[in-house]
């Protein structure tokens, strides 16, 4: 069972967080609140793919037009050569995310709350300690980069969208699960919903959206 307000383990007969202290005991569901746990699907999940390569491509269209800029005259012999290497690192990508999403047995588990605050995120515990591992193993490596992509996913274990924060939310109802984009177009949010709560998922995110937000 996870704590409903910082996403940490907790025994099931337990009644209180040992991590932020808080009651859970009394934390449910109501007619205007939606709190579940869920995994999170990696590699069967149409928009896992979509922004992975969305990011892949975003770091080579930069390195393309930089090149542009720099030496025109190459743009042509340089283009194909950019393309192989992202559809290498795509693959690999790709392997990777298989790999953990069958040893996570469907993905990571996260907490998800829909409330009349927002809609929040909060990352499990495999997660956790993958960022925290990530975050080590960068220092051994000496990678900056890699430090500082795990820095981000570690400040991002926990996540909040207000309403009026919403620019647009879309359903992938073959997958039960929701797109929430912020207005500033970064850091969206991924509702991984159940079987059972999926309905009720959407009835709750009509009535509480933004007019024209809903896709």
Not at 59 to 87: K, N
Not at 186 to 215: H, M
Request: with cysteine.
């Amino acid at each position: 069972m996870f704590c409903p307000h910082c996403g940490s383990d907790i025994p099931p007969d337990g009644s209180f967080c040992q991590e932020c202290g808080k009651t859970v005991s009394n934390v449910q569901s109501s007619q205007d609140s939606l709190v579940w746990t869920s995994q999170i699907p990696v590699i069967t999940s149409s928009v896992f793919v979509k922004q992975l390569g969305m990011a892949l491509g975003s770091g080579f269209l930069v390195v393309f037009v930089i090149i542009l800029f720099v030496h025109p005259e190459a743009v042509l012999s340089l283009a194909p050569v950019l393309f192989v290497i992202w559809l290498f690192l795509f693959g690999i990508s790709l392997g990777i995310a298989l790999i953990y999403q069958k040893e996570t047995k469907g993905g990571p588990d996260a907490l998800f709350k829909i409330t009349p605050e927002g809609i929040s995120y909060a990352a499990g515990e495999t997660m956790k300690k993958v960022n925290q591992l990530t975050a080590i193993g960068s220092i051994l490596l000496r990678s900056l980069s890699g430090l500082g992509v795990s820095m981000m996913n570690k400040s991002r274990e926990t996540d909040l969208i207000t309403w009026d924060q919403i620019r647009s939310i879309s359903y992938q109802n073959r997958e039960r699960t929701v797109l929430v984009y912020r207005k500033i177009l970064i850091r969206p949010i991924l509702l991984a919903c159940t079987k059972e709560n999926f309905s009720q998922v959407k009835d709750l995110i009509s009535r509480y959206a933004p007019p024209g937000t809903i896709k």
